[in-house]
């Protein structure tokens, strides 16, 4: 599958301090210490609906690791995926009354566009589900071979599920207690009522054939894949054993990075899929949560059709820290709308305060955990002083729009645009 176009990306002189951010596991921000090459694997979206605000501030949150990665001289492998075959797909489709590949299709290049107006540095591999099917036969395989899988005893469904104890390690990444665990089962995909598995939260690896639902051949008899695999095997077949960064929303913490994690160790025999897990707060409105359910969510295409500049978006996203859980209002939309009009200004003009501060400044909030509030507070500063007629460096106005483009994915040259 491809993914979108890239965004120029200016070289800009020098470099940072290493990058530490928040690990979910370890409880605690520790130091991103990848080789030559950083590895990165994002989950993608279940393609049945537009990308609202919450999907763009966790991909907006891993653009910003990825360009803060590469100014550090990182070659970054990113790796995201994409659900295009799964039950949410399913029932909208069946609601709207439209074939289930169509929906996806559409909304993956809704998606896409979505992505190219925001600047987001595309992954180098986008893989979707359906791609990905024989390399999670050969991995369910395995799992059922090492007794990390078993079959349930049910002779119109032998679904395939994994074993919670399999890794002896379960659990490391959420640091969830049973309780926690069997809530977020229950709510987040899961079917701790099934008859014949052994554990109420042992996951669903492979689903078996139903009518009316796609199917594949595999062995252990048709069927397809459940949720965590995919994202198992399209990580590990790409990125290799132990990658750098797994990512995503904070609700996907458990059970989907939980099990996907365990997945990964069972397969390739390691205590840890990834070296860092890193999770992004929520975005809500107005107040509340904003969700599917109570019809408030805040599309990314919506805006853009309304002539809100994407990067106006942007901006209002990085405003708050990528860990929060946060409200998005009509101010932080405003706020966002009047900092890109006077970073513009600023930098258009011929002279202003030396730069290397701020840069300096820059780099280090980003580094220290993303702190993309204090990154922004930076640049405003500079921008203020630069607007009052302060200084009289001809070379800053365009040493900090470099800055601006090549670390928080913002072009001050461009026009304003929806």
């Known amino acids: 599958m491809h993914s979108w176009p890239s965004p120029t990306v200016p070289e800009i002189a020098g470099s940072g301090p290493a990058l530490r951010l928040y690990d979910t596991s370890d409880a605690q921000v520790k130091p991103v210490a990848p080789g030559r090459v950083a590895t990165m694997y994002v989950c993608g979206i ?10 763009a501030a ?16 990182h070659d970054v492998h990113y790796v995201q995926n994409i659900t295009d075959v799964d039950d949410p797909l399913f029932e909208r489709a069946a609601r709207d009354g439209i074939d289930w590949r169509d929906l996806g299709s559409g909304e993956i290049e809704l998606f896409r566009a979505d992505m ?7 992954p180098r591999d986008y893989i979707g589900a359906m791609e990905s099917v024989d390399e999670v036969i050969d991995a369910v ?4 071979e090492s007794g990390a899988a078993y079959v349930v005893d049910d002779a119109e469904y032998p679904d395939v599920y994994f074993r919670a104890d399999a890794t002896g390690v379960f659990g ?14 229950a709510e987040r995909g899961g079917d701790p009522d099934r008859p014949g598995k052994r554990d109420p939260i042992d996951a669903l690896l492979w689903r078996a054939a139903r009518p009316g639902e796609p199917s594949w051949e595999a062995p252990f008899g048709p069927g397809r894949p459940g949720w965590h695999i995919e ?8 990125l290799g054993e132990a990658f750098d960064i797994q990512g995503g929303g904070s609700d996907l913490i458990f059970p989907h990075h939980e099990y996907s994690a365990a997945h990964g160790e069972a397969l390739a025999g390691q205590r840890r899929f990834a070296r860092h897990y890193v999770h992004t707060g929520m975005i809500g409105l107005d107040g509340e949560k904003m969700s ?10 919506v805006l853009r059709a309304e002539g809100v500049d994407p990067a106006a978006v942007r901006l209002g996203l990085l405003s708050g820290h990528y860990r929060a859980d946060r409200m998005w209002t009509a101010a932080t939309l405003d706020e966002g709308v009047a900092r890109l009009d006077r970073w513009r200004r600023a930098v258009a003009l011929p002279t202003g305060p030396d730069a290397e501060a701020t840069v300096e400044r820059v780099r280090a909030h980003l580094a220290n955990d993303l702190d993309t509030p204090k990154a922004l507070d930076a640049l405003d500063a500079w921008a203020g002083d630069a607007l009052a007629g302060l200084g009289s460096s001809t070379e800053a106005p365009d040493r900090i729009a470099g800055v601006v483009d090549a670390l928080l994915g913002v072009d001050l040259w461009a026009p304003q645009a929806g």
Not at 141 to 144: A, C, D, E, R, S
Not at 231 to 238: D, M, T
Not at 292 to 301: A, E, F, I
């Open 46 to 55: 279940t393609p049945y609906d537009a990308t609202h605000l919450g999907h």
């Open 292 to 301: 599917k359910s109570l019809g408030n969510l805040v599309k990314v295409s």
């Open 141 to 144: 395989g395995k799992l059922l």
């Open 116 to 122: 190219t107006a925001l600047r987001v540095l595309p």
């Open 172 to 185: 490391y990444e959420s640091n969830y207690d049973r309780a926690t665990m069997e809530r977020f089962f």
């Open 58 to 73: 966790t991909y907006l949150a891993f653009d910003t690791v990825n360009r803060v990665l590469r100014d550090q001289g």
């Open 231 to 238: 994202c198992s095997v399209i990580a590990l077949n790409r």
